[in-house]
Structure formats: structure tokens, C-alpha cells
């Protein structure tokens, strides 16, 4: 018989007090906190990557920076939002304050909304078009979700069904039930499984920089759904009389993820269909002088070899130095 082997880790342990703003909350100062901590890392390290990929495109940095702030706070607040209205509803109609406290849990496809939202948002304001902005954020993605489910695996605040298998988390025994040794931890495994698409994601950027605008939003979405979907059968039942959190609701026997995952699947084929024999097209907004730089670089590439014209202008025909120095010495001979 098979036994976990993932160790449990108590992310409340490695909070560090903030003791110079505990009078915000003196029965519970504000603290760093791993979670926050690795998602801020993620957003950061997401945004780096995003900025080299746009540098070598030659694209604007100071309108993608723009972009990236409209889509990250859009997608923090509408992730909070839709969180407490699909996975929270009695907990809203309670305390309806509770809409407005975006620390107080996330939702991965909230976010994922919200960042849609904000990036259409983003469009009707400055009138731009964000395919090319959307498609090499999506590129950058992956790896700032590794840093994210990292911070979910470090709390466990997406446990699973019990479980004895070898990927499942030694949960301690008072969140277990005889029979028991583990819970499979949707935040651990999809942290894990999110590594091998931002290798992916990393080489396919590195062999060819410029790919038709869609490309990744197209791979990213395809690969994520089904995995997404398939997990969500892992999560929480109603039933589970072990169960640590509350059981996420089902809508017709399916959790809200799953059923945006059919809408992130038919997107993501969509754009796989639709980039897979179109080629490159600049739609964003180039950087000042990328311009003058790839009219020197064509140039350059055009002027490897002189023009019959340039050297005749450069160099005078041996017939007309001759004329001119008979003419010079008649003179001076008068």
C-alpha cells in the first residue's frame, strides 16, 4: 500500500510580524506573509519577463508598463470579487463587506477575468489594440503562476480529497479520517504541472521571437483547461466529513472553474487555429527610433555592395583625371 510523501509545510509558522503597524489590528497585526510574499514575487518576476520579451520586439515600454497596471489590478480586484460571488454567495448575502476585501481570498479564473476585463478596459481608453500586449503577457504567465500556486502549496488553501497516494500531502491527523494519511493539494500539484509550460513556453520564444499575435494565448489556454478541469474532480466534496475548508458549490455537479474551463478551451483552440499558418504582425506601439533602426539596418544590408552609381560618383573615371590634368598643365604653360 502506497503512502504520501510530500511533507506538510505550515506557511503560519514563517510569518513575519510587523510590530510597527499592529496598532491597525492589535489582535492580529499586519505580517509578511509567505503567500503574498511569493505572489508579489510572481507579479514581479512576470512583469521583468514581460518587459525583456517587449525590448526585443522593440516595442514601448512605457505604453506596456501602462498595460501590464490596468490588467494586474483589474485582475486582483475582479479575482477577490468573483471569488466571494460564485464560491462564497452566503457568506456575501452575511456580510456583504466581505465584496470589498480583496486580501481576503482569491480565484485563479477570477483573476484570470479580471485581467480580460482590464485589458478591454485598456483598449476602449488609450484606443489601442491588445492582441500583441495580451499574447506576450500570456508568454510570461507561466512563470509567475509557478510562483503563485507555490505560495497555495505553502498554505494549502486548495486541500483535496483524502488520499494515500504517493503525491499526496501528509496533512496532520486532525485534518485526516482513519483510513487516511494524506489529501491531495491542488495548489502543490498544479504548481508542479505549471513548470513544464513555462519551459515550454521558454524555449518556444527562444526559437522564434516573433510568432503570429495569439500564439500563446492559444497554447497557454489549451494546455491549461483540461488539466484545470480534471483536478477540480480532486477538490473538496460536501460529503467529505474530514474536510478542513468549506466544499466548493457545484453548479450542476460542476465547480465554477470547470465550467469556465470550456470557455478557456474553445478560446485556446481558437487562436491555435487561428495562428497556426499566419505569420508575424507588429500591432503594437513601436519604441521611438525602432523605426530609423530597421531602415539603417535594411540599408546597411542593401549597401554591402556599392552601386555602379556610388563609385562613379566616389571615384572619377580614369579618362576623366586624365582630361583634367592635360587641361591643368596647358594652363600653366600659358
Known sequence: MSHPLIPYIDGARYEIPIPFLDFINPHHPPSIKPFGTLVAIGVYVGSLLTLKRARERRLDEKVFNDFIFWVVSTGFVLSHMLDAVFYHPKRVMADPVYLVRIWDGLSSYGGFIGAVVGAFAWRLYRRRPILEYVDI???SFPLAWVFGRAGCSIVHDHPGALSNAWYAVKYPADQLVAGYDGRVDLGFIEFALTIPLAIACHFLWKNRPLRACGYYVGVTLTAYAPVRFLLDFLRVEPTDIGRIVEADPRYAGL???????FVALACGLYFVA????????????LAEGSDEDEDDDSEAEEGDEPSEAAESKADPAPDARGDATDKKTEETED
Open 137 to 139: 503577457t500570456v508568454s
Open 274 to 285: 487561428k495562428t497556426r499558418s499566419a505569420g508575424y504582425v507588429c500591432t503594437a506601439v
Open 255 to 261: 465547480t465554477p472553474a470547470q465550467w469556465m474551463c
